[in-house]
């Protein structure tokens, strides 16, 4: 692993400087009037945790959707391992599935059991054949913990166990980035440390992850940076360490006295 220039000694993980995996470069967008996204800069390397917190409001979501072109940007780049994403079609779908989306919601497909809902994109996008896919989908319902209730509709799960599931329907697209967006904040609070954990796990097994989550703990076990949003912009880009010790701006100090 390379050394890094900006991990301070007391980190336990080492910053990873490898090659870049997301670009974003000078985005902005506007929803109307609200200018949600000013000017946003940011590289995530392979196999970085990234985790992205701050108010409500300040983007965070946008940026992710934006970041797997849910949304569109009005201005400046988005690049996934060197390509832009295209605009739509079959293009869009391919590229789209380098970058699994796990949202607050789990969004499963509701009148699918839990293994269709995980075999279905790598049958529909990747042209995978049912039984390959059946078989890859055992195996990440088994890693996330929930492979008993393969044949369950993901009404009769929990929360916890349905957003397991959310992430293993992500990894069953062999994706380059994965995107989490506040997925433990539905959670009852008895279930927010299983996903935190499959998360961790996750992390250590070098998945490339950006992650928005106010849960303090993930992030100084398993992000590389944290970033800070407020009113649309990066304020603050740095270690966890140094982020929670140190933060640099009276709004992050506010943030996060808020917060603990
Ligand atoms: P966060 O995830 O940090 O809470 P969001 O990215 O969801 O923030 O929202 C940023 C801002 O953009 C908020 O003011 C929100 O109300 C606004 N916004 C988000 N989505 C839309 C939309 N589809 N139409 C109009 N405004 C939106
Ligand atoms: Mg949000």
């Known amino acids: 692993m390379e050394p890094t220039d900006s991990a301070p000694a007391t980190s336990n993980i080492t910053v990873r400087r ?6 974003v470069k000078d985005v902005n967008k506007n929803f109307g009037d609200l200018h949600v996204l000013k000017n946003i ?39 996934i391992d060197g390509q832009a ?43 995978l054949s049912r039984a390959a896919a059946e078989e890859k989908a055992m195996a990440l319902l088994e890693r996330v913990g929930v492979a008993n209730q393969a044949h369950k509709m993901p009404a009769q799960l929990s929360g916890g166990q349905q957003q397991r599931v959310a992430i293993a329907r992500a990894l069953a697209m062999d994706p380059k980035v994965i995107l989490l967006d506040e997925p433990t904040s539905a959670l009852d609070p008895e279930m927010i440390n299983e996903v935190l ?19 303090m703990g993930f992030a100084r076990k398993a992000a590389n940076r944290v970033i800070f949003m407020a009113d649309g912009e990066i304020i603050e880009e740095t270690t966890p360490e140094h982020f929670f010790t140190d933060p640099q701006t009276d709004r992050a100090k506010d943030f996060l006295s808020k917060l603990i």
């Open 85 to 127: 994403l295209p605009a739509e079609g079959k293009a869009l779908a391919r590229l789209r599935a380098d970058v699994g989306m796990v949202f607050q919601s789990f969004n499963l497909f509701a009148h699918k059991t839990v293994l269709d809902n995980v075999t279905l994109g790598p049958i529909k996008v990747r042209g």
């Open 18 to 23: 490898g090659e870049p995996l997301v670009v």
């Open 197 to 215: 954990e499959v998360m961790i796990q996750l992390a250590n097994d070098g998945m490339t992850m950006i992650v928005v989550t106010h849960e």
């Open 41 to 79: 800069n940011t590289v995530v390397t392979r196999g970085e945790v990234v985790v992205v917190i701050g108010p409500s409001g300040s983007g965070k979501s946008t940026l992710c959707r934006a970041i797997n072109r849910l949304e569109t940007i009005d201005s400046g780049s988005i690049t």
